[in-house]
């Protein structure tokens, strides 16, 4: 038990160590950065070639750009941007035009991190992913994030990942357990192969074992992880893209 735990310290710090060494690289020469604008679509995007957005969210160094600025904010798209329409978890690539005012919109833009808002608002977005209207309903249970690669095929409801990253609750849960886990899935569970950035439906046959594979499970908070891996998976992502 304590050589298990030891190997995810060691992982984690290893992580940390190398997401350390890339922020230095990064600050020192520049380099390229996602910033992240999550946001209210203000008008129809049509064929427009820019969408105009009130923005109420995002990563940090997007949220930093936007200090002194009003919300309402103006992006660049342009012939390769994606367009993606999550519905009800399951995502699709569209057109520009069935984005519509009133949708939650996610706008993706890589430049430099030194860059200026109006620069950043000048490059054309990567992706701009549409979740449709805004819903008053929220998840009644939080969520549990694995990450890790396929061992063996999806079979019988269930699949074995060997545990590389996660978000801090089910890091948590980890501690002093094996890093090879069980995980179940049903007729609910949505599996997702991304292609670049392109995403498409397949069924749990479809996943190949070494894959880099995402796990989102909705359970209890006070679950142990025993208990979480018998809730079926909400999201099976293959090769989903990192933000």
């Known amino acids: 038990m304590r050589r298990q735990i030891l ?3 060691l992982v984690s710090l290893a992580l940390l160590t190398v997401g350390a060494s890339g922020t230095l690289a990064a600050s020192s020469t520049g380099g390229k950065a996602l910033f992240i604008f999550n946001g209210r679509l203000l008008a129809d995007a049509g064929s427009s070639p820019s969408l105009f957005v009130d923005v109420n969210g995002g990563n940090r160094i997007a949220l930093k750009k936007l200090i002194g600025h009003g919300d ?3 992006f660049a798209v342009g012939a ?13 690539v569209v057109p520009e035009s069935n984005l519509v005012a009133g949708d939650r919109v ?6 430099d991190r030194r860059a ?3 620069q950043i608002e000048s490059t054309p977005a990567r992706v701009v992913a549409d ?4 819903n008053r309903r929220y998840p009644h249970r939080p969520l549990w994030l694995f990450i890790g690669t396929l061992n063996a095929p999806a079979a019988g409801g269930h699949f074995t990942l060997h545990i590389t990253n996660g978000n801090l609750r089910s890091l948590r849960a980890m501690l002093g357990q094996p890093l090879n886990q069980t995980f179940t899935y049903d007729s609910h569970t949505v599996f997702v192969l991304w292609r670049g950035r392109v995403p498409t439906l397949i069924s749990p046959s479809q996943l190949t074992v070494g894959d880099r594979i995402s ?5 209890p908070r006070g679950f142990a992880l025993g208990q979480v891996e018998q809730v079926p ?10 933000s």
């Open 7 to 9: 190997h995810l310290a």
């Open 72 to 74: 309402n904010q103006q």
């Open 80 to 92: 390769n941007t994606q367009y993606i329409r999550w519905t009800h978890g399951v995502p699709t």
């Open 106 to 111: 996610s706008v993706k833009v890589r430049a």
């Open 116 to 118: 200026s808002l109006a």
């Open 131 to 134: 979740t449709g209207p805004p």
């Open 215 to 219: 796990v989102r499970i909705r359970a």
């Open 233 to 242: 998976a909400n999201h099976v992502g293959d090769h989903q893209p990192t």
